[in-house]
């Protein structure tokens, strides 16, 4: 093996909404952890996999770092958190502005005892003047002693490649974990049931997301080959939500499997028969054996 061949961890973490999946597919080259302007989008600690001639990258796509309101949000917090340790570099995303919150200044106390490099990535610069960049970098720079700082555009894929540089800059050299084909973790089952979760975000109103969960109740290819049969439920802790994701007539359920379906067509490779049902399971984001059930272990942390 060659002896530059660099490889390791690489843990994404701040707040919620700052683009950190966003920024994660961009670098992988596809979309593997969903996407929403809704916060709580990414519950678990997904692991996607970048192999080049220089090395490989395991990214640690974390749940935003936020005050948490439920044992489902204790549950991301802690996922989040346990990540630090894991990562041999951290990047820390964050979006352009001079106003450091109490969410910001509690992540530079959590990096102080991290000992990692980290990278500040200041994301969506396509949003401000460019004249104002080096006034936010400096206001960072008072709160945390960076490594390196790195204006990107993740959704415009704006200075994205330096920021594989610089992770391959302070990676150790080390051997190649995953196949070089790998490029995640995830189970089909589970990716499946966060597109289905996705499309349901960016359908319903703000309220309900964050309550609703999707399980894979069956997934089975058909023998002819070329077809796959997926039966999934939406669950949801109220009975008006229920409503609202059903819809008049069916409508809004509907909308959620067309696009979660033609998704899953295009990631699959083959045509998808696609049924959603939904259920209420009340308050089940403070209930542990209900959030065992839809995939968040705090043990498996």
């Known amino acids: 093996m060659d002896k530059q061949f660099k490889s390791g961890y690489v843990a994404i973490i701040g707040r919620p909404n700052v683009g950190k999946s966003t920024l994660m597919n961009r670098l992988i080259g596809q979309k593997i952890a969903i996407t929403s302007n ?33 044992k489902l949000g204790e549950y991301m917090v802690t996922a989040a958190e346990r990540t630090f340790g894991d990562a041999d570099v951290i990047l820390w ?4 502005t001079s106003f450091i919150g109490a969410g910001e200044r509690h992540i530079a106390e959590l990096l102080v005892h991290a000992k990692k490099p980290v990278v500040l990535v200041m994301n969506k610069v396509d949003t401000v003047k460019k004249a104002e960049l080096p006034g936010f970098m400096d206001s960072y720079r008072a709160v945390y002693p960076f490594d ?34 790998t490029v995640t973790d995830q189970p089909v089952r589970q990716i499946v049931a966060e597109v ?17 969960a999707v399980t894979v109740d069956k997934m089975r290819e058909r023998k002819s080959g070329g077809l796959t049969d997926i039966e999934a439920t939406i669950v949801c802790e109220r009975d008006s939500h229920k409503g609202i ?3 008049k007539q069916g409508a809004m359920l509907k909308k959620i ?12 490779e ?13 308050d089940w984001r403070d209930s542990d054996i209900q959030m065992k059930n839809f995939g968040y272990n705090k043990k498996e942390l």
């Open 270 to 282: 083959q045509q998808v028969n696609l049924k959603l049902w939904v259920k209420v399971r009340k």
């Open 148 to 181: 390196e700082i790195l204006p990107v555009s993740a959704l415009r894929k704006i200075n994205t490649d330096s920021v594989l540089d610089v992770i391959f800059r302070y990676l150790p050299c080390g051997p190649m974990y995953f196949d070089e084909d």
């Open 38 to 70: 809704k916060p709580q989008t990414t519950r678990n600690r997904i692991q996607t996999v970048y192999t080049c001639e220089r090395g490989q990258i395991i990214f640690l796509d974390t749940p935003g770092i936020h005050k948490a309101k439920n």
């Open 245 to 247: 994701i059903i819809g």
């Open 257 to 268: 499997g067309s696009n979660a379906r033609y998704e899953i067509e295009r990631m699959l």
């Open 93 to 96: 995303l964050v979006e352009p």
């Open 196 to 212: 289905i979760r996705e499309k349901s975000l960016h359908a319903l109103a703000d309220e309900i997301p964050h309550g609703i």
